[in-house]
């Protein structure tokens, strides 16, 4: 009786660590190109507040990475801030954001997750790995600061340069002073 109740707590541990390890992640669900509109389909409602810098030019769906990662380890979700940016309404960079918590969990993620092999350097006290994976770019960021370490992980698309340059240019017409945007279109190239 002993060896199976042994045999059963055995298996439930198994399977619960299981699927800790194997807990799906949505974050490589959301596609670069897409519409604010298919995002906003996938997100969960009430989940996310949209933020327009420059007129639908430019908008930023401000969430948290619990939105589309629920099964994750609940102290890496709690203080991790997620960002999808558009640029004429076509998502092309997702980022997430840590920084109020002395710890490695969302570099950790990431790298275990986008199977980078470069560690943590001890000896910097900011430390950036960019790892090319063909559609994206994924950039690791890391900054020792007095009270937290502040982790950044971009996901940039590299098929929407002309957006970028886009963005460039519509921000280069910005009077900065008064913060006016300009009435016209930048020249599209």
């Not at 991790?80 to 092309?92: E, G, M, S």
């Amino acid at each position: 009786m002993k060896f199976q109740v042994f045999i059963f707590s055995f298996i439930i541990a198994f399977l619960i660590s299981f699927n800790s390890v194997f807990a799906k992640c949505a974050i490589d669900d959301f596609k670069f190109g897409s519409s604010s509109k298919t995002i906003e389909r996938k997100l969960p409602k009430g989940s996310y507040q949209i933020y327009n810098r420059i007129n639908n030019y430019h908008k930023i769906f401000n969430s948290y990475f619990k939105a589309i990662c629920p099964d994750l380890e609940s102290s890496l979700l709690s203080y991790t801030n997620l960002n999808f940016v558009f640029i004429r309404d076509k998502l092309v960079t997702i980022e997430l954001i840590r920084e109020v918590k002395n710890d490695l969990k969302l570099f950790e993620w990431a790298r275990k997750h986008y199977g980078i092999t470069e560690t943590r350097r001890i000896d910097k006290n900011q430390q950036i790995i960019q790892i090319d994976d063909g559609e994206k770019l994924i950039q690791l960021f890391l900054g020792i600061l007095p009270q937290a370490v502040f982790q950044n992980v971009l996901l940039i698309s590299k098929k929407h340069d002309d957006l970028f340059e886009a963005l460039s240019k519509k921000e280069d017409l910005i009077d900065w002073n008064n913060y006016e945007y300009p009435k016209h279109e930048p020249p599209k190239s």
